[in-house]
T-cell receptor
Framework: AQSVTQPDIHITVSEGASLELRCNYSYGATPYLFWYVQSPGQGLQLLLKYFSGDTLVQGIKGFEAEFKRSQSSFNLRKPSVHWSDAAEYFCAVGDGVRSGNTPLVFGKGTRLSVIA | DAGVIQSPRHEVTEMGQEVTLRCKPISGHNSLFWYRQTMMRGLELLIYFNNNVPIDDSGMPEDRFSAKMPNASFSTLKIQPSEPRDSAVYFC??????????????????FGEGSRLTVL
């Protein structure tokens, strides 16, 4: 069965500092990997996704993530954090082999706080 | 384009009452997912439909929960009777993996803004 681990429940960074949020997944074949962001009281918005090709993926709002198969990781990075990036971040894995629509499995999320 | 639309956004009810949550997926999407979000358990899949047919309801907590998708543009999640432990945010999401470009076929989910349920 697929699973996703986000080891950090809460991270606090200073505005302008760099950010890395960790994500490890468990999946037997080629996964499709996603990062979503959730602002308070809102739904989840897709930041970026990996499904094939270049293992460094660029997303919206200046985020990027790198797929490392050997480490089963898909860490999210941003070189300079803005106060508006404070939110909950979710990593998710999907089935890259089966055809047809299947659900994504989500990690428990990492809450990001940004201080001045 | 309209996204996934959920109603109501907030619902406060008393234990034992029936609750119905509604979802309109994005037009043209052929899969719909109901997730529940709580602090303790995170995002849990309750049930999902492909082409209006329920595929996997193993995440539905118990018989008090039921979901229907009578047509491609509407789904309901019903709790009867409701209990305080059902308090959570319920999300509906849709996707379209079986048609469109390869990028679309990755199974990206599009989420509604959620229905926050409080059972007193």
């Amino acid at each position: 069965a697929q699973s996703v681990t986000q080891p950090d429940i809460h991270i606090t960074v200073s505005e302008g500092a760099s950010l890395e949020l960790r994500c490890n997944y468990s999946y037997g074949a080629t996964p499709y990997l996603f990062w979503y962001v959730q602002s308070p009281g809102q739904g989840l918005q897709l930041l970026l996704k990996y499904f094939s090709g270049d293992t460094l993926v660029q997303g919206i709002k200046g985020f990027e993530a790198e797929f490392k198969r050997s480490q089963s990781s898909f860490n999210l990075r941003k070189p300079s954090v803005h106060w508006s990036d404070a939110a909950e971040y979710f990593c998710a894995v999907g089935d890259g082999v089966r055809s047809g629509n299947t659900p994504l499995v989500f990690g428990k999320g990492t809450r990001l706080s940004v201080i001045a | 384009d309209a996204g996934v639309i959920q109603s109501p956004r907030h619902e406060v009810t008393e234990m034992g009452q029936e609750v119905t949550l509604r979802c309109k997926p994005i037009s043209g999407h052929n899969s719909l997912f109901w997730y529940r979000q709580t602090m303790m358990r995170g995002l849990e899949l309750l049930i999902y439909f492909n082409n209006n047919v329920p595929i996997d309801d193993s995440g539905m907590p118990e018989d008090r929960f039921s979901a229907k998708m009578p047509n491609a543009s509407f789904s309901t999640l019903k709790i009867q009777p409701s209990e305080p432990r059902d308090s959570a945010v319920y999300f509906c999401a849709s996707s379209s993996r079986t048609s469109g470009s390869l990028s679309v076929k990755t199974g990206e989910l599009f989420f509604g803004e959620g229905s926050r349920l409080t059972v007193l």
